[in-house]
């Protein structure tokens, strides 16, 4: 079964300054998706980022970004000049390439952002 | 698009009483996924729906818990009993068929249940 391991419960950012989110995943498929969710205090999941493990190139979205390390099997997300509506709660999660469309998520990483 | 719906947004029951807890998906989603959310666990993948057929209960943590899927645009969630231990947020969501690129999960705000 795939795992999804987020070693950060916490982190903590100044206002404009950038930010990286750490995320391993254990499978043997060569065929996956990766993605960031956001969720604010309000309670929504929101996506933030989502990558294709066939896709060599980072995914980028605005401010946020993504290492994407195969070989390594890691998945950090990248928050540039950040902002106060940054602040959430923000899980890695792993989806299988085949017919399986189920989400595996990592246990999350609480970021504070810090004016 | 109004997005996946999901009632109660709070509920409150004492041990041994019956929940339900509703989810309407995004019209055209042929995936629904019932998910919880705890502390101690993270989010937990309960049961998911193709085409209102449940796929993959694994996830189901005993008989006390039941899911159905009666048309496209409804599902529920019920506990009976239901007990202290039951007490989280358990989110619905919803998704296209399609590459993942194409067909992330959308999640309804989630129903914050307290069993006491």
């Known amino acids: 079964a795939q795992t999804v391991t987020q070693s950060q419960p916490e982190m903590s950012v100044q206002e404009a300054e950038t930010v990286t989110l750490s995320c391993t995943y254990d499978?043997?498929?060569?065929?996956?998706?990766l993605f960031w969710y956001k969720q604010p205090p309000s309670r929504q999941m929101i996506l933030v980022i989502r990558?294709?493990?066939?896709?060599?190139q980072n995914a980028t979205e605005n401010r946020f970004s993504v290492n994407f390390q195969k070989a390594a099997k890691s998945f950090s997300l990248k928050i540039s000049d950040s902002q106060l509506g940054d602040a959430a709660m923000y899980f890695c999660?792993?989806?299988?390439?085949?017919?399986?469309?189920?989400?595996?998520f990592g246990k999350g990483t609480l970021l504070t952002v810090n004016p | 698009d109004a997005g996946v719906i999901q009632s109660p947004r709070h509920e409150v029951t004492e041990m041994g009483q019956e929940v339900t807890l509703r989810c309407k998906p995004i019209?055209?989603?042929?995936?629904l996924f019932w998910y919880r959310q705890t502390m101690m666990r993270g989010l937990e993948l309960l049961i998911y729906?193709?085409?209102?057929?449940?796929?993959?209960d694994s996830g189901m943590p005993e008989d006390r818990f039941s899911a159905k899927m009666p048309n496209a645009s409804f599902s529920t969630l019920k506990i009976q009993p239901s007990e202290p231990r039951d007490s989280a947020v358990y989110f619905c969501?919803?998704?296209?068929?399609?590459?993942?690129?194409?067909?992330?999960?959308?999640f309804g705000n989630g129903t914050r249940l307290t069993v006491t």
């Open positions: 969501a919803s998704s296209p068929t399609g590459g993942a690129y194409n067909s992330p999960l959308h």
């Open positions: 499978t043997s498929e060569s065929d996956y998706y």
């Open positions: 990558q294709e493990a066939y896709k060599q």
């Open positions: 999660a792993y989806r299988s390439g085949g017919s399986n469309y189920k989400l595996t």
């Open positions: 019209s055209g989603h042929d995936y």
């Open positions: 729906f193709n085409n209102n057929v449940p796929i993959d």
